[in-house]
């Protein structure tokens, strides 16, 4: 999969999104990454920044968050699953929907349990 491709998919993912909450997603931009750090080979997404749960009347001037979609990891899990567009398909729209949760200050153990793990 080219990368023009992997962008195309987590567009459409971010695309598919409910308006309702792209419309409370509040200085956060989206990015494709080919790689993650070094330190963590198999990350899929990352989310850096602060949530909305944690913003308080000083958050005022700052960059905005940010959200990386990682091709490289996402891609190689695909393979090694066996699995062909459709699973890069659902690994990215998973990961996108993740890395939002994390905007909206969902944590990690409770999107496990939402199956977004």
């Known amino acids: 999969m080219t990368r023009e491709e992997f962008e195309e998919l987590v567009g459409e993912a971010l695309d598919r ?7 409370l997603m509040d200085n956060v931009a989206v990015f494709v990454e080919d790689e993650p750090s070094p330190e963590d080979p198999e990350l899929l997404g990352l989310y850096e920044g602060t ?5 308080g009347e000083w ?4 960059l905005p968050d ?7 990891p996402t891609l190689r ?4 699953e ?7 398909v659902e690994e990215v729209e998973i990961t996108v929907v993740h890395e939002i949760a994390h905007h909206f200050g969902i944590d990690d153990d409770r999107l496990h349990a939402l199956g977004y793990g």
Request: hydrophobic share 30%.
């Open 77 to 80: 899990l695909c393979e090694r």
């Open 59 to 62: 958050y005022a001037g700052v």
């Open 51 to 55: 949530p909305l749960t944690e913003r």
């Open 66 to 72: 940010r959200i990386s979609i990682y091709m490289g």
């Open 82 to 88: 066996g699995g062909g567009r459709e699973l890069v």
């Open 17 to 23: 999104v409910p308006p309702e909450l792209t419309r």
